[in-house]
């Protein structure tokens, strides 16, 4: 988690901006109403 909050901070966005916030969420596997499964990339 911190990992990505340290990748989103290196935006260009957060020098101009007072107010950018960071969302981290989980990736995907599936969809829950579809059951599509993602393919996993490596």
């Known amino acids: 988690m911190d990992e990505a909050v340290?990748?989103?901070?290196?935006?260009?966005?957060?020098?101009?901006?007072q107010t950018a916030k960071i969302e981290v969420?989980?990736?995907?596997?599936?969809?829950?109403?579809?059951?599509?499964v993602y393919p996993q990339g490596k």
Do not use: W
């Open 6 to 17: 340290d990748l989103a901070k290196g935006n260009p966005e957060f020098a101009y901006t």
């Open 25 to 36: 969420r989980p990736i995907k596997m599936k969809e829950e109403t579809t059951s599509f």
